[in-house]
């Protein structure tokens, strides 16, 4: 059983069809991490495509923020202005779908959740400290995060203080060798590792290799889209920098 794992597709429908593509054949479901919807310009077509896979989707806190969960008066005033138009821009079923996302998942050795195991919806494991404090809060050897939009694989020491961090090394297996790990498969539709390409990770459930992939997309088409939506110009020049 290969599981394709994503996250972070932030309502980028050419981004995810990329990734879909580049990826056909090689799993037979899918893990989403959250954060289908916000900051672009495809809401419903990426919920839309998301339901025609086997998957199991995880809520985000731009997923929450379309639902009126969230304040939005917490977001910056581009995002806030994203999300607005999100939630003018869902249909009533796309919404239906994202209301009944979980916040957490644990599925054999995996825990997945969007942020991080303390912090479903919101925190942000951008360093090795962060992950060495969110191990105590999972139970399962691996869990899978986005929410930074930045591939990463934190692994925990032995004597459970602290974690290392390792790079992504793109199309090479990474063999899950019993280490509790945390690992980022990093965004879909707006990387922030300052590389531009789409990213993703297919998980071998059978042999225990995850491998960290990259994609280049169609950015263009996607700016073009947004600007005719009128979203925010600095939400459409950070897709071609990864930022
Ligand atoms: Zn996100």
Redesign the pocket.
């Known amino acids: 059983m290969r599981i394709l794992v994503i996250s ?1 597709i ?1 309502a980028n429908d050419t981004a995810f069809e990329a990734v879909l593509k580049h990826s056909e054949g090689e799993w037979d479901f899918v893990w989403c991490l959250g ?1 289908v919807v916000g900051y672009g310009p495809d809401p419903n077509e990426c919920v839309e495509r998301l339901k025609t896979l086997p998957q199991l989707c995880l809520a ?1 806190n ?1 997923d929450w923020a379309a639902l009126n969960r969230l304040d939005v008066k917490t977001f910056n005033p581009d995002a806030r202005r994203a999300v607005e138009w999100t939630q003018d821009t869902l249909t009533t079923e796309n919404t239906e779908f994202l209301e009944h996302l979980p916040v957490t998942f644990v599925i054999g050795e995996y825990t997945l959740v969007h942020a991080s195991p303390r912090e479903p919806i919101w925190e942000y494991i951008l360093e090795p400290s962060i992950a060495a404090l969110n191990f105590p809060h999972f139970e399962t050897p691996y869990c899978f995060v ?2 930074t ?1 930045q591939p990463v694989i934190y692994t925990m020491d032995d004597d459970e203080s602290k974690a290392q961090s390792s790079p992504p090394r793109y199309n090479e297996s990474h063999t899950l060798n019993g280490r509790r790990q945390i690992i980022n498969p990093g ?1 879909i539709g707006q990387p922030r590792d300052q590389n531009p390409d789409a990213a993703y990770g297919i998980l071998d459930l059978t042999s225990g290799v995850f491998e960290h992939r990259r994609i280049p997309y169609n950015i263009r088409a996607v700016q073009r889209r947004m600007l005719d939506y009128n979203l925010p110009e600095r939400l459409i020049t950070r897709l071609e920098h990864g930022l």
Do not use: A, L, P
């Open positions: 972070d932030h954060d985000g731009h986005g929410h939009h965004s």
